[in-house]
């Protein structure tokens, strides 16, 4: 009976899927990710698979409830379009000094160090790209 309802739950999916649905843009030249057109059959099914395992990431981060969950997700989530690899300087400036810089903030507040390093580790990463 617990087979039943295991499968009615929709398909899980990984962070990996929806990097990967994503790398195609990149390799046609699209370098930003506000550049993708939104009426685009690839870009729609790419979209909605982040969006699917944004809301099954979100559920499981809930359930657990600590800051460190949360923001574990929050680097996953932006950084989706860094690893299928959008390349745009802009782009990549804005992950860096917006998004990831309040994200360290938050890590080095709530004292999560490894967490921290993690996520100065990636902002490393980003920052090595723009100076290419």
């Known amino acids: 009976m617990s087979e039943d309802i295991l499968s009615t739950e929709e398909p899980r999916f990984s962070r990996e899927q929806v990097v990967d649905a994503f790398k195609v843009f ?3 030249g699209i370098v930003n990710p506000d550049d993708l057109s939104p009426g685009d059959s690839d870009v729609i099914s790419a979209n909605a698979l982040l969006q699917v395992w944004s809301n099954q990431r979100q ?3 809930q359930r657990i409830g600590t800051p460190e969950a949360e923001l574990e997700f929050t680097l996953e ?3 989706i379009h860094v690893d299928a690899g959008f390349s ?3 782009y990549l400036d804005e992950v860096v000094n917006d998004w990831l810089a309040q994200d360290l903030q938050s890590a080095e507040d709530a004292g999560l160090t490894e967490l921290a390093a993690k996520i100065q580790a990636k902002i490393n990463e980003i920052e090595a790209k723009l100076t290419k």
């Open 26 to 28: 990149p390799k046609i």
């Open 59 to 61: 559920l499981e981060v």
């Open 88 to 90: 745009d300087p802009d």
């Open 77 to 79: 989530r932006s950084t």
